[in-house]
């Protein structure tokens, strides 16, 4: 794949990261915390895959990505750690809020979910605009 078609294929993947924030913000103004915390996680997760289009990388798998992105960005310390940290975080309240039928997660949670959300995004997007 041709630089340009990397580049063409990381901002489709980033403009979906942006659209799964946007939807969690929404989500969360309407009181349906649980599914703004899943947007929040799938926002940062979409833009590990723009990150991962330079590398020719996808999977199918939430926890390949997961883990290609942190050998390649965080490991070698093109991204700070704390992105790491919030993968974690964002990774294991969407499966308790997708998964645990009795999972309950509070509007400050969200707003804190979201706020880490738009700080990983603008991380990204500043990595992404030296391409």
Do not use: P, W
Request: proline share 0%; with cysteine.
């Amino acid at each position: 794949m041709h630089l340009e078609e990397k580049k063409a294929l990381s901002n489709a993947r980033f403009l979906h990261a942006q659209e799964c924030l946007a939807s969690a913000r929404l989500l969360l103004e309407n009181g349906n915390y649980k599914s703004a915390a899943n947007r929040s996680y799938y926002a940062i997760f979409h833009a590990m895959r723009a990150v991962l289009a330079f590398d020719g990388i996808d999977m199918k798998h939430h926890s390949g990505i997961i883990s290609e992105f942190r050998k390649l960005y965080i490991k070698t310390g093109v991204f700070d750690t704390r992105l790491s940290a919030i993968i974690s975080v964002l990774f294991n309240v969407r499966q308790d809020s997708d998964y645990d039928d009795f999972f309950v997660i509070s509007k400050a949670e969200v707003l804190e979910q979201i706020d880490s959300a738009e700080f990983f995004l603008s991380e990204i997007k500043k990595h992404l605009d030296t391409k």
